[in-house]
């Protein structure tokens, strides 16, 4: 637990860090979990 809590700190400490990664994780996103991709996920489990 206070690894993660480390972490969480790490990445708060720094403004620039957070963006970047803000940044970052919303492009894994958006690339990744596309409703094509959903939808194809969707239909692959059934």
């Known amino acids: 637990m206070e690894d993660l809590a480390q972490g969480i700190n790490w990445v708060l400490e720094d403004t620039e ?3 970047q990664l803000c940044i970052r994780a919303r ?18 489990a059934v």
Do not use: H
């Not at 492009?27 to 692959?44: D, G, P």
């Open 17 to 19: 860090r957070y963006n």
């Open 27 to 44: 492009q894994k996103v958006e690339q990744e979990f596309t409703l094509e991709i959903q939808a194809s996920n969707v239909f692959k």
